[in-house]
């Protein structure tokens, strides 16, 4: 009897260690050449986000964004607001989702200088086919401010990311390529006394770089064995400045054929992000901008405690798609989180709009206290307080 529980033990374990797992189906991916074993999560959580292949395989840029971009606050939205882009030529139905596996971190820090000039190159006894930057030269004459307000620093960071689709034969290959070029709206530099300036870039001239900028990434893509015949969207992202409360966002996009190695055109991106309340907010959207004022008002009203709320929207082709609010509140007691927690889920479904997402997130001085989900569409909230 002992002899069989050890070998039914022992069979259980071979079969776990051989089959997917439940909410899973198993793949073969190529890796190094060689094919290996992958699974894909059969559920998702959200149409709006797609399926990752695992065992998960990380950027070789992994991190590289982070470090270029001027706030948190763009770096989210130049990575999640790329895959948003990304859902209108690859569906998340069809498509997995992969990290960029063809940039590494050493190209992209290369393609992120500036062009050398011929006696740059001497002096830094670089190699012709080493300067491949993407920003322009600076010049060696005159000073720091002179040489950065006639040349600044267009391009701030690249992102690489890889859509996967499942053939017949059971194994998932690379079905297209998206890349976001993140432009500055504000090049920083300092004098030589190591005081700080700044110079503002035109949206125009953001535009031009950023379209002539993309013309050599495809063409460098392109001459990548693996990338030579697959279809490429690359999208750019007007970064805001440093001292901005929202993100910045994109405002152009093409999609390349596979095998081309042309742009034939462009389409414009119309989405922009508003602070609330907020002047600019006021004057351009008048009425969800009351919409809000009133929710915010009713909050102070009822809650003699001081609250901070301040709400971030993001705009699509000037109609409101997703507003996120953060309040910020001393609270006294889980009684009165979650009291405060219900009153503002009845004011969020009654104050805006069943067509937007909004999303609040309820804080005190200890951290997360709650947080209220209404998706578009939806007439019943998710609400979760924490513990």
């Known amino acids: 009897m002992k002899k069989k529980m050890i070998l039914f033990a022992a069979l259980l374990l071979f079969l776990s260690s051989c089959a997917p797992k439940f909410g899973e189906e198993e793949?073969?991916?190529?890796?190094?050449?060689?094919?290996?074993?992958?699974?894909?999560?059969?559920?998702?959580?959200s149409d709006s986000y797609y399926r990752i292949v695992l065992p998960f395989k990380v950027s070789g840029a992994r991190g590289e964004v982070v470090e270029d971009l001027n706030t948190r606050l763009d770096v989210d939205e130049f990575e999640t607001g790329l895959m948003r882009l990304a859902q209108d030529r690859f569906s998340p139905e069809e498509y997995l989702f992969q990290e960029g596996q063809y940039l590494d971190k050493k190209t992209i820090k290369r393609w992120l200088e500036r062009k050398r000039t011929p006696s740059q190159l001497k002096r830094e006894k670089m190699k012709p086919s080493e300067n491949v930057g993407l920003n322009p030269p600076i010049s060696d004459n005159g000073t720091n401010e002179e040489k950065n307000k006639k040349s600044p620093i267009y391009l701030a960071s690249i992102l690489e990311h890889?859509?996967?689709v499942k053939t017949s034969d059971n194994k998932v290959q690379l079905g297209g390529v998206v890349i976001g070029l993140a432009?500055?709206?504000?090049?920083?530099?300092?004098?030589?006394?190591?005081?700080?300036?700044?110079v503002?870039?035109?949206?125009?001239?953001?535009?031009?770089?950023?379209?002539?900028?993309?013309?050599?990434?495809?063409?460098?893509?392109?001459?990548?064995?693996?990338?030579?015949?697959v279809p490429i969207t690359i999208a750019l992202f007007k970064q805001a400045p440093k001292s901005s409360v929202i993100p910045g966002h994109f405002f152009a996009v093409t999609h390349v054929d596979e095998g081309s190695d042309t742009i034939d055109e462009w389409q414009s991106v119309?989405?922009?992000?508003?602070?609330?309340?907020?002047?600019?907010?006021?004057?351009?959207?008048?009425?969800?901008?009351?919409?809000?004022?009133?929710?915010?008002?009713?909050?102070?009203?009822?809650?003699?405690?001081?609250?901070?709320?301040?709400?971030?929207a993001l705009y699509r082709d000037d109609q409101l798609q997703q507003?996120?609010?953060?309040?910020?509140?001393?609270?006294?007691?889980?009684?009165?989180?979650?009291?405060?927690?219900?009153y503002v889920t009845g004011l969020v479904?009654?104050?805006?709009?069943d067509y937007i997402t909004v999303n609040v997130y309820i804080s005190s001085a200890?951290?997360?206290?709650?947080?209220?989900?209404?998706?578009?569409?939806?007439?019943?909230?998710?609400?979760?307080?924490?513990?």
């Open 349 to 353: 479904m009654e104050k805006f709009p």
């Open 270 to 312: 119309n989405e922009e992000y508003y602070l609330f309340p907020s002047d600019e907010a006021q004057k351009n959207h008048r009425d969800d901008w009351l919409k809000f004022n009133n929710f915010k008002s009713d909050i102070e009203e009822f809650f003699p405690n001081y609250t901070g709320v301040v709400g971030k």
């Open 183 to 198: 432009l500055n709206s504000v090049h920083y530099y300092e004098t030589e006394q190591g005081y700080p300036r700044e």
């Open 27 to 45: 793949v073969v991916q190529e890796k190094d050449n060689k094919d290996q074993k992958a699974v894909i999560p059969k559920y998702n959580i």
């Open 200 to 229: 503002e870039i035109k949206d125009d001239v953001i535009a031009r770089e950023g379209k002539q900028i993309a013309a050599e990434v495809l063409s460098r893509i392109r001459n990548m064995k693996k990338l030579k015949d």
């Open 162 to 164: 890889d859509y996967l």
């Open 323 to 342: 507003l996120t609010i953060n309040i910020s509140m001393p609270f006294y007691g889980k009684a009165e989180v979650v009291g405060f927690t219900q």
């Open 366 to 387: 200890g951290g997360p206290e709650s947080i209220i989900v209404r998706q578009a569409k939806e007439d019943k909230p998710f609400v979760h307080i924490y513990q």
